[in-house]
């Protein structure tokens, strides 16, 4: 059961395609994940299409199509991303494991990096959206551990496989959390690993002791 969505705000920027672009694919692999989220989205284009058209009661079917055309080509001018998917473009592999990726990283699969081991049991993998954007895959092995931190800009973290813990919860497959300067935390893996898609918009400020000489760490977590 996934506990963390995006906002509302979060979901009708997404239907406008006014996100940027790590942004709409974190929040659109939360929608692949998440069927509350898609029935919400759904409800969102419906009013846009009725703002735009008018009462879509009265319209003929086939303008109501038309308008679904219309914002699904909002969202791939944004991001343009057209190519035939083959088998192996659904999964990652990862430490001996496979990972099945929701459609919209599946769609995007030529823009994964290769895996980088970073400190202790973590690995990073970026993904390149052409945008200058943060995007990366996170993956922590279990019983890791990210030193405490604040973030100067907003982090939002999606997990795609498995569990990590901070200190206020607990999130689990398809949860989204958005972090920004007012939170500190120290996210960690216990029994389970734990496969995550992250964004940030600035460097990570490590706050505790001996991590804050990890602070040129931070760096890892881009390019
Ligand atoms: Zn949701």
């Not at 991303?81 to 496979?98: A, F, M, P, Q, T």
């Not at 459609?103 to 959206?129: C, E, F, Q």
């Not at 993956?139 to 907003?154: I, L």
Request: proline share 4%; with cysteine; hydrophobic share 40%.
């Amino acid at each position: 059961m996934i506990k963390f969505h995006p906002s509302e705000q979060q979901l009708v920027e997404y239907v406008a395609g006014d996100l940027t672009a790590a942004m709409l694919m974190t929040v659109g692999t939360h929608v692949d994940m998440c069927r509350h989220c898609q029935s919400h989205v759904q409800d969102i284009e419906e009013k846009l299409a009725q703002r735009l058209f008018g009462d879509v009661t009265d319209l003929p079917a086939r303008w109501i199509a038309n308008a679904d055309v219309m914002i699904d080509e909002i969202i791939n001018a944004a991001m343009p991303v057209h190519r035939s998917l083959s088998d192996s473009d659904n999964y990652l592999l990862l430490e001996g494991k496979r990972f099945e990726l929701p459609a919209t990283l599946a769609r995007n699969y030529h823009r994964i990096g290769s895996w980088h081991k970073m400190l202790g049991k973590m690995w990073r993998a970026p993904v390149d959206l052409g945008s200058g954007e943060v995007l990366n895959f996170i993956y922590m092995g279990t019983g890791a551990q990210v030193p405490e931190h604040t973030h100067r800009g907003t982090e939002a973290t999606l997990v795609i496989n498995g569990v990590f813990v901070d200190e206020s919860d607990e999130y689990r497959d398809g949860d989204f959390v958005l972090l920004d300067g007012q939170h500190k935390h120290t996210p960690q893996t216990q029994q389970e690993d734990c496969l995550t898609l992250a964004t940030l918009d600035a460097p990570l400020q490590f706050t505790s002791g001996i991590s804050r000489l990890l602070n040129p760490f931070s760096s890892l977590f881009f390019k």
